[in-house]
């Protein structure tokens, strides 16, 4: 597509679920990123894949979540036993390479109740 | 580690107004500098950037320059309008780092 896809665009879980937001970043993009976008905390950078290199996980906040990136297209980002705490925008992005300009998708607003 | 610091909103003004929003950042290297903007209900979308000191970035009637000497990035519209009511976020990629370093964005409300 002419842009980054994201699915959910919404959802609500019950805590202690497991949820999974998918990404589908623009046609030839190797580098992908997730962000998470919550109230008082800005934009948080949380995982990022280039091509077949090991990705950079260093912004995940917990054991609890996890990324992995099939066939360098599609991105699954799961959270598992979902807290009230993660409750916020989880953003998608994607970039020609990592030297280029990010565009971003539309987010998958999660909500734990 | 880089950082971006840019002024706390809301900022509320009336259209046709100047608009100044301030952005200081710090960082090691060279970085680029950006500016996102988020429209109520829509995803962050690439509104200027400047790759290297001096450079002015410009869209939509906004400019930004990157001023290395001040380490700042201020974003600046002349007279704006109700269409630009959003968040804006300030941001850094730095020279040899692939991550986008945010600052905490600043909602523009503008009144008719």
């Known amino acids: 597509g002419a842009g980054v896809s994201q699915s959910p665009s919404n959802k609500v879980t019950e805590k202690g679920k497991d949820v999974e937001l998918r990404c589908d970043p623009i046609s030839g993009h190797t580098a992908l990123y997730w962000y998470r976008q919550s109230l008082g905390q800005g934009l948080e950078f949380l995982i990022y894949?280039?091509?077949?290199?090991?990705?950079?996980k260093s912004g995940l906040p917990s054991d609890r979540f996890s990324a992995e990136r099939t066939g360098g297209s599609v991105s699954t980002l799961t959270i598992q036993r979902t807290q009230q705490e993660d409750s916020a925008v989880y953003l998608c992005a994607s970039s020609r390479d990592a030297g280029n300009t990010i565009y971003f998708g539309e987010g998958s607003w999660l909500t734990v109740v | 580690g880089d950082s971006v610091t840019q002024m706390e909103g809301p900022v509320t003004l009336s259209e046709e107004a100047f608009l100044t929003i301030n952005c200081t950042y710090t960082?090691?290297?060279?970085?680029?500098l950006f500016w996102y903007v988020q429209y109520p209900g829509e995803g962050l979308q690439l509104l200027l950037k400047?790759?290297?000191?001096?450079d002015k970035g410009s869209n939509k009637g906004f400019e930004a320059t990157y001023r290395k000497e001040t380490t700042s990035f201020h974003l600046e519209k002349g007279s704006v309008q109700v269409s630009d009511s959003a968040v804006y976020f300030c941001?850094?990629?730095?020279?040899?780092?692939?991550?986008?370093?945010f600052g905490k964005g600043t909602l523009l409300t503008v009144n008719p």
């Open positions: 894949f280039q091509g077949n290199s090991a990705p950079d």
């Open positions: 941001a850094l990629k730095g020279g040899s780092n692939y991550k986008l370093t």
């Open positions: 960082a090691t290297g060279y970085p680029s």
């Open positions: 400047a790759t290297k000191a001096d």
